[in-house]
């Protein structure tokens, strides 16, 4: 049940886009707007505004038949939008390592630091992903290149998504953090050039684990229609 304060397709947009990136809703799974409408109490309005700003994003697919289901990644989705990270935050890690304050630079360091305490903590959940994009959102924003920034931010939804897929896998938090943390000392010492090609290091290797994951999930689930 959703409250009644903000716009329900707001609640609804914020609930289903929650539910797609955790896994509630899986790759490929139909949503159905009338069965939603009826879980959240709602109009059906509501939830097909929802459903339109998530397509929009590219998290939900909707055919010709208005038939809508969850975003499936293809292998060429994912090289082609991490190709993409990588050229535009390579570019955002050198633009940081020459034009950021020392303010902007603790408030990257902090994050790291908050992402090490989080992880020891409680290992890989929630909040240790979202870190993980703060930290490369900070990055992007203190390259003061506002070009740039709009590039991104129109990944933003999908690169989120990875992401979260990202994650799996023993002592991936802690891998990703190292790798962080290497790349903000070269942001640190202001060395641009090292900082561009560890960022562009970074996302790759993210690109090659994303792959195995997605190839690791596909041979479970043709192993299970066999």
């Known amino acids: 049940m959703v ?3 903000p716009p329900f397709y707001d609640q ?17 799974e139909r949503i159905y707007e009338a069965k ?3 879980e959240f109490n709602v109009s059906r309005s509501p939830v097909r505004e929802a459903v339109r700003a998530l397509e929009k994003e590219g998290l939900l697919t909707v055919d010709d038949k208005s038939r809508i289901t ?14 993409c990270r990588m050229v535009l935050e390579s570019l955002a890690a050198r633009l ?12 990257i360091e902090k994050v790291l630091e908050q992402t ?8 890989k959940d929630d909040t240790v992903i979202a870190l993980n994009v703060h930290f490369h959102d900070l990055i992007v924003q203190f390259s003061q290149n506002r070009r740039l920034q709009k590039q991104l931010q129109e990944l933003r939804s999908l690169t989120y998504y990875y992401r979260a897929i990202n994650f799996q896998g023993e002592g991936r938090e802690r891998q990703i953090l190292r790798e962080h943390q290497h790349v903000f000392q070269l942001i640190k010492e202001r060395d641009a050039e090292r900082a561009a090609k560890a960022m562009a290091e970074h996302i790759h290797n993210d690109l090659l684990h994303l ?4 190839q690791g999930e596909r041979g479970k689930t043709e192993g299970e229609s066999v």
């Open 96 to 107: 940081a390592a020459q034009q950021a304050s020392n303010e902007e630079l603790k408030e």
């Open 3 to 5: 409250e009644k304060s």
């Open 36 to 38: 939603l409408a009826r």
């Open 211 to 214: 792959q195995q994951v997605l």
């Open 12 to 28: 609804i947009y914020h609930s289903l886009r929650q539910m797609i990136f955790q896994g509630v809703f899986r790759p490929g």
């Open 70 to 83: 969850v975003y499936q990644p293809t292998m060429k989705d994912v090289e082609e939008i991490y190709q």
């Open 116 to 123: 090490q305490a989080q992880i020891e903590k409680q290992g």
